[in-house]
Nanobody, 122 residues
């Protein structure tokens, strides 16, 4: 019913910025709350940021709230994650996800993209 595809990842140096995009297709994609998660090798998938269906409410993990910004353009069926001042600790596969509720809980998200790799060498 809902398909999500991430793009915008790559290899950048520490201190650089990236903007990830998540394009959605399918039924009523604009009505879903959107989240960004990441998973590093050997780690659990962790919450990064979330945004309500209308963009009015945002949530961030404590570790990145001062560096990352989540946004969405419903007319383009796209959610974004602007990442500034990237550090090696940010290296992970980044996933976008959709949920019927605004939540930080990974298990509450119903739809997931395939991920895009972000690499920040030390």
């Amino acid at each position: 019913q809902l398909q999500l595809v991430e793009s915008g990842g790559g290899l950048v140096q520490a201190g650089d910025s990236l903007r990830l995009s998540c394009t959605a297709s399918g039924r009523t994609s604009s009505l879903y709350n959107m989240g960004w998660f990441r998973q590093a090798p050997g780690k659990e998938r962790e919450f990064v940021a979330a945004i309500s269906w209308n963009g009015g409410v945002t949530r961030y993990a404590d570790s990145n709230r001062d560096r990352f910004t989540i946004s969405r353009e419903n007319a383009k069926n796209t959610a974004y994650l602007q990442m500034n001042s990237l550090q090696p600790e940010d290296t992970a596969v980044y996933y976008c996800a959709a949920s019927a509720v605004l939540t930080l809980e990974v298990g509450r998200y119903e739809y997931w993209g395939q991920g895009t790799q972000v690499t920040v060498p030390s």
